[in-house]
């Protein structure tokens, strides 16, 4: 893992440095780069895969005290941190956490040819479903958050719907669980750094202001979302593709939201598909 200090703090991330396009990895909340980890061995032969670990609570390094770590935050770290590379004509994938399509909302696109959005927040689905609602919950109350993921050292506790039940159709490796809460299990800077970010959901119209802003990506973009998803409703998918002025639609079977766990390979295939295609007009 290599590291990189931005304006927030030091953040990790893991380059394959694989020479042809690149492709931008982006998780969601409590947990690390290690999602992408299966699609990643499907793409890096051919692309250079690059997948930083965001703050958002499966970080091991606190940011600093002062950082802004609200949605739009975080997305303008994803923007920092595509400047430092100097990193162009970017493919952005982003599953669970939609916080990266505030980067078109602010205008910070620039270096992004495509998008590829698997099932994940948009619209109004802040917090999203059962377990972000109840991640919510957790958050507000004094401690909540340290009593809410000491129960998920407990393997049982791990699937229900509450928790992570409804993310996967397949249990996630224990071992990959536990390096995704290690962090939250022990470090109180980093719950802090969780709490800022849960607790920044802004009001309804701000959220769909910012879905709303995809009308004007221009690029390609590929809606990959879970046929079965109990968390991200599959008719926020249909409703991108059809807001994306060159979105295409494609829907996962036998997956929950994270289909990178639960479908990597299909996952992967449709990601490489979609960067085969020349782009609209070309040629």
Not at 103 to 119: E, F, H, K
Not at 216 to 226: E, N, Q, S, Y
Not at 261 to 277: M, N, S, T, V, Y
Request: glycine content about 10%; proline content about 9%.
């Amino acid at each position: 893992m290599a590291e990189m200090e931005l304006s927030a703090g030091t953040i990790e991330y893991e380059d394959t440095g694989t020479d042809g396009p690149v492709v931008v990895l982006l998780h969601g909340v409590a947990m690390n780069g290690s999602l992408w980890r299966h699609v990643v061995a499907d793409l890096a032969p051919d692309f250079r895969c690059v997948v930083p670990t965001l703050p958002l609570g499966g970080h091991r390094t606190p940011m600093r005290p002062d950082a802004d770590l609200s949605i739009p935050g975080v997305a303008r770290l994803v923007g920092e941190f595509l400047d430092r590379l100097d990193l162009t004509d970017v493919t952005l994938v982003m599953n669970d956490w939609g916080g990266a399509q505030t980067l078109v909302a602010q205008g910070r696109d620039q270096r992004v040819g495509r998008l590829v959005i698997t099932s994940c927040e948009a619209f109004d689905n802040y917090p999203p479903g059962l377990p972000g609602s109840n991640l919510h919950t957790a958050a507000r109350l004094p401690g909540g958050l340290a009593g809410a993921f000491g129960l998920l050292k407990l393997a049982p506790m791990r699937r229900l719907p509450m928790t992570w039940g409804r993310m996967t159709k397949r249990p996630v490796p224990h071992h990959v669980m536990d390096d995704w809460f290690r962090p939250l299990w022990t470090s109180k800077e980093i719950r802090r750094d969780l709490r800022k970010y849960v607790l920044s959901v802004p009001p309804k119209a701000e959220l769909l202001a910012w879905t709303e802003a995809l009308r004007g990506f221009d690029r390609p973009a590929l809606v990959a979302w879970a046929a079965e998803d109990k968390v991200m409703p599959p008719d926020h998918g249909r409703r991108l593709a059809e807001l994306l002025p060159h979105g295409e639609l494609v829907e996962i079977e036998d997956s929950y939201t994270l289909i990178p766990e639960d479908q990597p390979g299909r996952l992967a295939g449709h990601i490489r598909e979609f960067l085969r295609k020349p782009p609209a007009g070309a040629g």
